[in-house]
């Protein structure tokens, strides 16, 4: 695959208009598409301009299809906001109108999104799609459909945000993806809204990393789930998950949820009725537990199934937060944290490599390769 056909798009100008250069950009992206044939070889890229919404009148996979545009796993349909000049991080705005998916289909691959804002679908799903996409540097928001992005198998989500995503039912969660795909360095957060999904990050299949991630939620309201759809050999590390006072659970598996690896993540706040920082609900399960911290949970762990782990078990419990204020978007991990991460002696890494539980945000004291700020956060937690 070369470079995908490229096109311009700038909602800020006629939308019939234009001829898809940097210089006369389309004035829409449904004109985009109607004025264009796909490229089957390399797939097409729509640079969408910042500034102002393109306000869609129909879903984006309505449009693909009425004009055969077929995207695949090697000719991908790409969408990606600039200000400028091509590529140059400024984030391009595709909002449903207040009940309009931006995207929905369970059967379409080969998505790509990158330094957008899908936004505003009302109780319409904001973004679902099948096997083999990616989102980067998006954020998902304003929708009352009970899903921000959903994606199929072999797909990826990072340096991400979901935030005012609301609606209930068995399949409502913020983000959710299927086998062998990737949810790493985003921030959710389903705090304040008044109809919470069930699950803010879900694992639906076998196979997901789940890294590096920030969540925050309350009332019922899961952190991690894991046990949709035959979801095992999950790996789930590195994370800060933190509730205000939630009745849920920091990461929760069934039956479904088998061979897991749960490591260095930090759980807070599940203080309510019934909270839990980690809960196991089903027995026969293996569990590889290393290095996990908690601080104000109702219970540190229910486990049903079998743990193999460090020792740490039941001695895993900090005396105060391991915060800096979370209550203010501030997850910044305390002295209580740094170097309380394994393994201090794995061989390859430096016997001085300071490991951080939770999200990778600052380097311990000696540490290196350690990160000062959360990817994927410029400009503000909440972007």
Not at 46 to 72: D, F, Q, R, Y
Request: net charge negative.
């Amino acid at each position: 695959m070369a470079a995908p056909t490229t096109y311009f798009v700038d909602p800020s100008i006629a939308g019939d208009s234009g001829s898809g250069t940097i210089g006369s950009p389309y004035g829409d992206v449904k004109y985009a598409i109607d004025s264009n044939s796909w490229d089957a070889t390399n797939g097409v890229k729509l640079c969408v301009k910042s500034g102002t919404s393109e306000i869609l009148t129909e879903n984006l996979i309505t449009t693909l299809a009425t004009n055969s545009w077929t995207p695949t796993q090697t000719a991908p349909f790409m969408v990606r906001g600039y200000t400028s000049t091509e590529d140059d991080g400024g984030r391009g705005t595709l909002d449903g109108n207040g009940s309009i998916s931006i995207f929905n289909s369970t059967t379409v691959d080969g998505v790509i999104l990158v330094d957008m804002v899908l936004t505003n679908s009302g109780g319409a799903v904001l973004c679902v799609l099948d096997d083999y996409c990616l989102a980067r540097n998006v954020l998902f928001s304003n929708s009352t459909g009970g899903r921000g992005v959903a994606f199929g198998n072999e797909s990826f989500v990072i340096d991400c945000q979901v935030a005012d995503v609301e609606g209930a039912g068995s399949d409502a969660s913020l983000i959710a993806v299927a086998a062998f795909s990737v949810i790493d360095r985003c921030f959710v957060d389903s705090r304040g809204v008044t109809n919470a999904p069930d699950r803010a990050l879900e694992i639906s299949s076998t196979g997901v990393t789940v890294t590096n991630n920030i969540v925050a939620v309350d009332g019922d309201t899961h952190g991690v789930y894991v046990g949709s759809g035959g979801a095992r050999a999950s790996h789930i590390t590195g994370n800060i998950i933190f509730a205000n006072a939630g009745t849920g659970a920091g990461i929760y598996t069934n039956t479904n949820g088998k061979s897991s690896c749960w490591h260095n993540n930090y759980i807070e706040g599940f203080s309510g009725t019934g909270g839990k920082g980690i809960w196991i609900d089903t027995s026969g399960l293996v569990t590889s537990y290393v290095g996990n911290r908690f601080y104000n949970n109702a219970t540190q762990i229910t486990n049903s199934g079998y743990i193999i782990d460090d020792g740490s078990v039941g001695a895993d419990a900090l005396g105060s937060s391991g915060l800096t204020a979370p209550g203010s978007d501030d997850f910044t991990p305390t002295s209580d944290l740094e170097d309380v991460g394994y393994p201090t002696t794995f061989p390859g890494i430096s016997q001085t490599t300071g490991l951080n539980v939770g999200a990778v945000q600052n380097e311990a004291t000696g540490g290196a390769g350690g990160l000062l700020t959360h990817p994927g956060m410029a400009g503000g937690i909440r972007g």
